[in-house]
């Protein structure tokens, strides 16, 4: 059983690029703050798709007390993520602190709309950081717990 990433995690994603975009179109000194905010939000959701997402896909079958030996394939992504979570949590202050750039030209725009985005992004970085981070850790934990019970 391979992990998915839950598919509202994906959509919230996509989501949050389609807003970059519009606010791209914006022009400007928006579009400049977007880009650089684009810029270090980039090669952090590649890497939490790649690591922090997926794991959450096994979820369900835990709580619901289903256990299947190929689920153990996630510890490699939980175990990256326990060792690169502190570089991660650093890169979201500097998203915030590119959000924040970004919130100040589009306040002097008035751009609500992408002040709000910029709000949400905050949201989104905290709800990783206090959810869906330790969620992925405890299901790498829960699986080892598993493994190790079944092969003694």
């Known amino acids: 059983m391979k992990p998915q990433t839950p598919q509202p995690l994906t959509t919230e994603h996509r989501k949050l690029h389609q807003r970059l975009d519009a606010a ?19 090669p952090h959701f590649v890497r939490e798709e790649d690591i922090a997402m997926p794991p959450l ?6 709580s619901r007390g289903e256990y299947d030996p190929e689920m ?5 992504m939980t175990d990256a993520l326990r060792t690169e979570l502190p570089a991660m949590l650093k890169e979201h202050e500097t998203i915030r602190e590119a959000a924040a750039a970004l919130s100040r030209a589009a306040e002097s725009a008035g751009r609500d709309d992408i002040v709000d985005f910029c709000a949400d992004l905050g949201v989104h970085a905290a709800t ?25």
């Open 57 to 62: 896909g096994l979820l369900g079958p835990l």
């Open 128 to 152: 990783e950081e206090e959810v869906l981070y330790p969620a992925a850790l405890l299901v790498g934990d829960i699986v080892r717990h598993r493994r190790d019970k079944d092969a003694a």
């Open 72 to 76: 153990s394939h996630v510890l490699e």
């Open 24 to 42: 791209l179109d914006a022009g400007g000194e928006i579009a400049d703050a977007t880009r650089r905010l684009i810029d270090v939000m980039h």
